[in-house]
């Protein structure tokens, strides 16, 4: 059964850091790209960031890009999200997804499974 468990979410303050992490289950990470992606109150899910299967490639949202650094651990398979000089702007639940298919892209439509997500709140 493929299964995505986001942690690391919380209160921060603006400016501090976060890591979340993503554990999936092994079919899961094996196969395809990772991308996290966030939904604030009364916005659409957008893209945030993506990382290739062997994570030699990596994409980003122009709103994260900087801040925040992807990676995975196939090994572990788990993949990461480590959110730097965080805004207010940024208080979001992030999901992680899966793209089984490979192609590291921002599209939602084509990530295949998906966390439950974990709520991040920056405060000003």
């Known amino acids: 059964q493929v299964q995505l468990v986001e942690s690391g979410g919380g209160l921060v303050q603006a400016g501090g850091s976060l890591r979340l992490s993503c554990a999936a289950s092994?079919?899961?990470?094996?196969?395809?790209?990772m991308g996290w992606f966030r939904q604030a109150p009364g916005k659409e899910r957008e893209f945030a960031a993506a990382?290739?299967?062997?994570?030699?490639?990596?994409i980003y949202a122009d709103s994260v890009k900087g801040r925040c650094t992807i990676s995975r651990d196939n090994g572990l398979n788990t993949v990461y999200l480590q959110m730097n000089s965080l805004k207010p702007e940024d208080t979001a639940v992030y999901y992680c997804?899966?793209?089984?298919?490979?192609?590291?892209?921002?599209?939602?439509?084509?990530?295949?499974?998906w966390g439950r997500g974990t709520q991040v709140t920056v405060s000003s």
């Open positions: 997804a899966t793209n089984r298919g490979g192609a590291v892209t921002r599209q939602l439509s084509h990530y295949d499974y």
């Open positions: 092994a079919r899961t990470c094996r196969s395809g790209a």
């Open positions: 990382i290739s299967w062997s994570g030699g490639t990596t």
